[in-house]
């Protein structure tokens, strides 16, 4: 199978080509070859299809069209496969001929010979790409794949010009038609039609040409251009031979693998063959992320658009503010004598600026420390490019000097992958893929790390990469795996070129976010490890983020690598007393446990309330405006609350252990995942248990249950929810007891339905004493259901509904959404259809609205049921698809089994 987009979308299969219909289909197709092996986000998918009005019910048609891209268009030769957060085409790369082209034509610049392969990449094109497709997208990416042809017919021209020259006047003249500001095509065309004989017509391009340019950018024909008709004036000597340029790029990283995005930043930057001005790329990111190997990638892909020539300079060894000793090494490369080179910088920097005009040179600045440094460096003249690498980022020439910027950041994990594959080869890693997967996991995607763990493979083929993976996941924090002889390449001493330059303050705040166990952590909670306000750390962060040693993102969140976390923390145990170390860690847990129940009451209001050990001085408390702020909280927080756990445990801080899982446990249980919270209240039930906290115990053994429940483990869960009622045994705690008897009411109807029933009614008395009125009305509407299950439908019903209307009067949206549930059960018990769809929308409503997701996707799986019975199947589908939805977001398991049922619901219509 071939997919075909340069050209029509089509799809060959066996000698047949096949259109692919109708637009939509062939959009989404075509988006997804785009990034084959890569997983496009939906987001992305949307835009790409219906560009920045996305309609209302364009994820339901997105899924339509997934569906029929599947069985219709791959029909079994590939698959479109989901991913959290989007969705990947699995065919092999050749398949796709965008893919295949680049790579022959990529094949092509290391063989002495590239005409064969050129020929071969460029019979791939069968027309305009992605014709006929509408949309912004669509005419970018025609955009781009007409350059990389154009490129590549360059280059073929430029090899085929002594052998076959008439064959090149006939593929370039259209070209030249099409593009008439292209002056390295209109340079290629005169040499091609003076080598064929026909110098009269090379001379006659030459002045329409230069006509062109002076008429629309009023400008003369650069230099190299110039040169080539100078040769032409001379009649007999061969065009560019006698010209000496410049190429002091050093050699580029083989093996070089993705960042397919970036270089296509810096090629839109570098666009235009004759710009008015000089173009200025800089490329900053995280030490260790291939700032160098981009820049040095990009500079050999693209040399031959810089045809008088490449500079280079290595800034890590010049003072920052010192220009003099890189000057004088250009102007020698330019040809100036050493004699005439000024003893005055500025004389150097003019004579350099002058130098440069009317030529196409490309000037690759590499680690530099700031734009100070480099502004003198720069490229001035139309046409030129310059191409700089720095661990800092260098906002301040986007300002002044109108530069590109772009961050880069680890690598995908396919990337990754690729990474060692080009080092260790694919049978390597085939061989032991788990083992591959932790090594990329403990080197964090980060390219110099990967490289370095590659290098030790690479001497040592006989070693298994278990043995690697085993020795980092016993390493843990530690960078020793990373340590190198050459300074260059040292990890450590790569991340120590960024730290050493940081004020001190910001210094201290960098060691501290060591000890923050997550991958990313608030402002408010790094201003509590520092004991500082919020504003002077965020200031001291803005340093950390200039210094791309942490990602200052929105909302004011710090995001931080996991070996650059590895460093801080090694920093701070050199640096900072272990007594200031443990009063920062208390002053974090007292930040998570304050702000997680503050969370609790804005989202879950009528949930019991903890008495919290007082606040360390420092430590500061998030204030959340309203329960979708608390949300996201918690949504950014939960994944570090198993190592919080840990810290407080190790400090002895129990009584912190427990109510910290407590605080997330509501949370957790509407979101998942289920075996984390098993672990959470594992940790926090023995901590409770030191303390000799029967009511805690109790808490902690009811959270667990519930999790137990969730898994479908109800004899687990029975377990605990019975341990929990012995430990309440003579605790004056009647609302709690009621909780958890109303939790073995669900559990004991999948196991021992008869006893659930009486478990039941007790909570309805206990929440009855305890003064509970929406307990009590959550426990009616429980036994309602129950009712139902044994064929008391009338009693069901009055129960549930007046458990509606309690809930309803109290404004507890969560609980009446069960009751709706309810209701619409027990009416589709009866054969009334209708009430109980009606009843069904109006319970997925208020469980969604309420972040409820788990028994939201419940109800509509139940709701989907009722519409087939009714005979509506489209209604059903779609009902199901939205508890896909609900299902995926919580990363459940059973939205295949819902797409199963989908898909065989499909197959019989």
Known sequence: MLIRLLGPVEVER?????????????????????????????????????????PAGARRTLYTIITRIRRDVLAGDGAVVHRPGGYLLDVDESAVDVSRFRSVAFRAMAEPDPAPLLDDA??????????????????????????????????????????????VVATLSPLADEHPLDELLAAALVEALHASGRTAEALAHFARVRRTLADELGVEPSAALQ???GTLLRS??????????????????????????????????????????????????????????????????????????????????????DAAMVLPRFLGALGVPETRVPSD?????????????????????????????????????????????????????????????????????????RLLAARLGEPRLAAEPEATALIIRRCGRLPLALAIVAA????????????????????????????????????????????????ELALRLFRLLGQHPGPHLPLAAAASLAALPEERTRELATHLDRANLVDLRARGRLHLHDLLRAYASEQGRAADSRAARRAASRRLLDYYLHSACAASRACYPYRETLTLPARARGAAVEQFAGQAEALRWYADESAAL????????????????????????????????????????????????????????????????RAHGRLGRDQEAVVHFQRAIELHQDLDEPSLQAHIHLGLSVSLNRVRPGEALGHTRHARELFRQAGDAIGEARALNNAGWLRAQIGEYDQALADCQRAQ???????????????????????????????????????????????????AAETLVRLGETRLRAGDTAAALDAWKRAVECYDALGDAQADRVRDRIAACEQQR
């Open 345 to 417: 910088v500025e004389a150097q920097i003019g004579l350099y600026r002058s130098m440069l005009a009317f030529r196409r040179v490309l000037v690759v600045l590499d680690d530099a420390r700031g734009a100070e440094q480099v502004r003198p460096l720069l490229a001035t003249a139309p046409g030129c490019l310059t191409l700089i690498t720095s661990r800092s980022e260098l906002s301040g020439l986007a300002i002044t000097a109108g530069a590109s910027l772009v961050r880069l950041d680890v690598l995908s994990d396919h990337d990754a992958h």
């Open 642 to 705: 198993p190592a919080l756990l840990a810290e407080a445990t190790a400090a002895g801080l129990d009584r912190h252990a427990w109510q910290l899982a407590w605080a997330f446990s509501e949370f957790m249980q509407r979101h998942g995942p289920w075996e984390q919270i098993l672990r959470v209240q594992e940790v926090a039930v023995d901590a409770a248990g030191r303390l000799g906290d029967r009511l805690a115990q109790a808490r902690c053994h009811n959270c667990i249950a």
């Open 236 to 321: 007999g000597d061969v065009p560019g031979t006698a010209h000496v340029v410049p190429a002091q790029l050093p050699v580029g990283l083989s093996g070089f693998v993705g960042r397919a995005a970036e270089l296509e930043q810096l090629a839109a930057s570098a666009s235009g063959e004759r710009p008015v001005t000089a173009a200025v790329c800089a490329i900053s990111g995280p030490p260790g992320v291939g700032k160098s190997s981009l820049a040095l990638r990009w500079a050999h892909l693209n040399r031959d658009r810089f045809r008088d020539g490449q500079l280079y300079a290595d800034l890590s060894t010049v003072g920052p503010a």
């Open 456 to 503: 030790q493979l690479a001497r040592r083929t006989d070693l298994p990469l278990s043995e690697v993976a085993a020795e980092l996941a016993r390493s843990g924090a530690d960078l020793d795996p990373f340590t190198h002889s050459d300074p260059a390449i040292d990890l450590r001493r790569v991340f120590g070129r960024s730290y050493r330059d940081l004020p």
């Open 122 to 167: 460029l019979a791939l094109w069968r027309g305009d790409p992605l014709t006929g497709l509408p949309g912004e997208w669509a005419e970018r990416a025609r955009h781009r794949l007409r350059d990389e042809r154009k490129e590549s017919v360059l280059r073929w021209a430029r090899t085929m010009t002594g052998r076959d020259a008439a064959a």
């Open 14 to 54: 066996r000698g047949q080509t096949r259109p692919v219909q109708p637009p939509q289909v062939a959009l989404a197709l075509a988006a997804l070859a785009w990034e084959v092996g890569r997983v496009v986000p939906v987001e992305t998918l949307l835009a790409r299809i219906w560009g920045e009005e996305v």
């Open 227 to 229: 040169r080539v008709h």
């Open 805 to 855: 209307r309690i809930l309803a009067e109290f404004g507890y949206a969560q609980g009446e959404g069960h009751a709706w549930d309810s209701i619409a059960h027990v009416l589709e018990a009866k054969g009334d259809f209708g009430q109980a769809v009606a009843c069904y929308e109006r319970a997925v409503e208020l469980l969604r609205g309420c972040d409820d997701l788990y028994p």
